[in-house]
């Protein structure tokens, strides 16, 4: 396995969650970091994505409001999720070897993390 989700869970609305995922250094050197999510019956979207030199990508839906950070010593890619709302309720996955948030560039992708919002 060589990205592994964790720290989803249920959630009110208004709280905060972070996710994480940790990575082999294999998959982590390769290109973007990102997080996509899919909540059902929905395409999967991108949500953030973060680049070798530690340039951020939001979607429109989640800036102000969601932050995406690495530790490069750890190899974690995490997701801090602020002001949650119903609308954030998905299954979160992390990827990694892309480009920003176009998802079909990405070539290693986790098992997901679920977030569910009440």
């Known amino acids: 396995v060589q990205l592994v989700e964790s720290g989803g869970g249920s959630v009110q609305a208004g709280g905060s969650l972070t996710l994480s995922c940790a990575a082999s250094?294999?998959?982590?050197?390769?290109?973007?970091l990102a997080w996509f999510r899919q909540a059902p019956g929905e395409e999967r979207e991108g949500v953030a994505a973060?680049?070798?030199?530690?340039?951020?990508t939001y979607a429109d839906s989640v800036k102000g409001r969601f932050t995406i950070s690495k530790d490069n010593a750890k190899n974690t890619l995490y997701l801090q999720m602020n002001n949650i709302v119903p609308d954030d309720t998905a299954m979160y996955y992390c990827?990694?070897?892309?480009?920003?948030?176009?998802?079909?560039?990405?070539?290693?992708w986790g098992q997901g993390t679920q977030v569910t919002v009440s």
């Open positions: 250094s294999y998959t982590y050197t390769r290109g973007a």
């Open positions: 973060i680049d070798d030199d530690g340039q951020m």
């Open positions: 990827a990694s070897g892309g480009l920003l948030l176009v998802e079909m560039s990405y070539n290693y």
